[in-house]
Each structure stands twice: as C-alpha cells, then as structure tokens.
C-alpha cells in the first residue's frame, strides 16, 4: 500500500488549502486515515483521523471547526480541506492508513499507522 500526499504550498494567513492522499495498492474502504503533522523542533501531532466508512471523524482542538477531513472511494483520495490558516499551521503534513476491522473505527496514535505518505509543506505566511 502506497500514499502519496499533495496540495502543500504557501499560502497567506486566513487562506484555504486543501491536501490530497491518494492511495494506491488497497482499496480505501478497507483503511481508516489519519492526517498528522510536524512542525520544525516539535513532535508529530494528530490533525484529524476518518474511519474506514468515513461515519466517523475527528479532529485536534487546534483545528476543530477550521479543517475537514473527507475520502472520496471511487477516487482512492482522502482530502483535507483547511480553511481559515493560522501561522501556527506551518508543518509537514503527512496522510497515514491502516487496515481497520470495523467500518467506523478511528486510531488515535500515529504508531498504530502501518502507511505513509512522504508528506506535504505547508507554509503560512502573514
């Protein structure tokens, strides 16, 4: 299995992106995803997790009410679309799967990740 995420850039404080996980080599209804980051000299950080059958959802109070997370099957792309940008949002962004044995399951720790993707800049500016 293979993820490969995109979407990163530079964008201006209070913009929108949104980042795409595309995977290969399983079908996405078999995976729940999570999307986590890291920030330069801080530790990897949970940004939101979607369950296999996408009935389930969560998200780091950091971003709550600001990022939503979404997977398209026929697509094999979860995406994650960022509003609003703050400053603190600057990180690499990495898209992480595994196999989940029940449709609506999501997985708080990223070391319960079996794949991931090579990660994306994101880089907000004022």
């Known amino acids: 299995v293979q993820l490969q995420a995109s979407g990163g850039g530079l964008v201006q404080a209070g913009g929108p992106l949104r980042l795409s996980c595309v995977v290969s080599g399983s079908t996405l209804d078999h995976l729940a995803v999570g999307w986590f980051r890291q920030a330069p000299g801080k530790e990897r950080e949970m940004v939101s997790l979607?369950?296999?059958?996408?009935?389930?959802?969560l998200y780091s109070d950091s971003v709550k009410g600001r990022f939503t997370v979404s997977r398209d099957s026929a697509r094999n792309t979860v995406y994650l679309q960022m509003n609003n940008l703050k400053l603190e949002d600057t990180a690499v962004y990495y898209c992480?799967?595994?196999?989940?044995?029940?449709?609506?399951?999501?997985?708080?720790?990223?070391?319960?990740?079996?794949?991931w993707g090579q990660g994306t800049q994101v880089t907000v500016s004022s």
């Open positions: 979607i369950s296999r059958s996408g009935a389930s959802t």
């Open positions: 992480a799967a595994v196999e989940s044995p029940t449709p609506d399951g999501i997985f708080h720790a990223s070391r319960l990740y079996r794949y």
